[in-house]
């Protein structure tokens, strides 16, 4: 009988511990899952940090951008006088940042034709983010949207604009023309203005 008592005393202490064992592993699983959570919230943390600093310097760079150029209809133009080729000036507008300026009411039109008229010459003509490479006829920005708003001249019935055909696939503003539209040949050297959307 005092075997008997002995090893139901055993068996209670060898329970116990299994028990005590298994609240501590329980309590231990609940201390790891609460610093994972924590970990996670500090990484979440870190990352709006990061997308917030992002934010801040590309708010930078554009204020820099406006305050050389000018800011017209939430959009940030800066002209640049040095001619070039209308892929040239495209591709040192995307290493910037930005595009070549694509101009979508009468209003920001008229806008960007007085800057460039300041900045650049009242008599230059200036590329515009507007060409038809890809359809001819079918007048597009750089990102292959169809444009909504055009400035085409059209004051001469002989030479409505656009009027060049495959020869002629790029647009530029032209200052000597109040700010209405041609086509050019594409390897024409223009000034060009460069167009930043503010976030």
């Given at each position: 009988?005092?075997?008997?008592?002995?090893?139901v005393?055993?068996?209670?202490?060898?329970?116990?511990?299994?028990?005590?064992?298994q609240?501590?592993?329980?309590?231990?699983?609940?201390?790891?899952?609460?610093?994972?959570?924590?970990?996670?919230?500090?990484?979440?943390?870190?990352?709006?940090?990061?997308q917030?600093?992002?934010?801040?310097?590309?708010?930078?760079?554009?204020?820099?951008?406006?305050?050389k150029?000018?800011k017209?209809?939430r959009?940030?133009?800066?002209?640049?006088?040095?001619?070039?080729?209308?892929?040239?000036?495209?591709?040192?507008?995307?290493?910037?940042?930005?595009?070549?300026?694509?101009?979508?009411?009468?209003?920001?039109?008229?806008?960007?034709?007085?800057?460039?008229?300041?900045?650049?010459?009242?008599?230059?003509?200036?590329?515009?983010?507007?060409?038809?490479?890809?359809t001819?006829?079918?007048?597009?920005?750089?990102?292959?949207?169809?444009?909504?708003?055009?400035?085409?001249?059209?004051?001469?019935?002989?030479?409505?604009?656009p009027?060049?055909?495959?020869?002629?696939?790029?647009?530029?503003?032209?200052?000597?023309?109040?700010?209405?539209?041609?086509?050019?040949n594409?390897?024409?050297?223009?000034?060009?203005?460069?167009q930043?959307n503010?976030?």
């Amino acid at each position: 009988m005092e075997l008997r008592g002995l090893g139901v005393l055993l068996g209670i202490l060898l329970l116990s511990r299994s028990s005590s064992q298994q609240i501590s592993s329980r309590r231990a699983t609940k201390k790891d899952t609460t610093k994972d959570a924590a970990i996670v919230e500090l990484q979440k943390q870190i990352k709006d940090i990061v997308q917030e600093l992002n934010l801040l310097k590309e708010q930078q760079a554009l204020q820099t951008v406006c305050l050389k150029g000018t800011k017209i209809h939430r959009k940030c133009y800066l002209a640049d006088p040095v001619k070039k080729r209308y892929h040239t000036a495209s591709d040192d507008c995307n290493a910037l940042g930005g595009v070549l300026g694509t101009p979508t009411s009468a209003d920001e039109n008229s806008q960007l034709g007085e800057y460039l008229r300041q900045s650049v010459g009242p008599d230059e003509q200036v590329w515009l983010g507007i060409n038809d490479m890809m359809t001819e006829g079918a007048w597009a920005d750089q990102t292959g949207l169809t444009i909504s708003y055009t400035n085409w001249d059209t004051s001469n019935s002989r030479s409505r604009q656009p009027n060049g055909g495959m020869s002629e696939n790029c647009a530029v503003l032209s200052g000597a023309s109040q700010g209405r539209w041609f086509d050019e040949n594409c390897r024409e050297e223009r000034p060009s203005v460069c167009q930043f959307n503010i976030v």
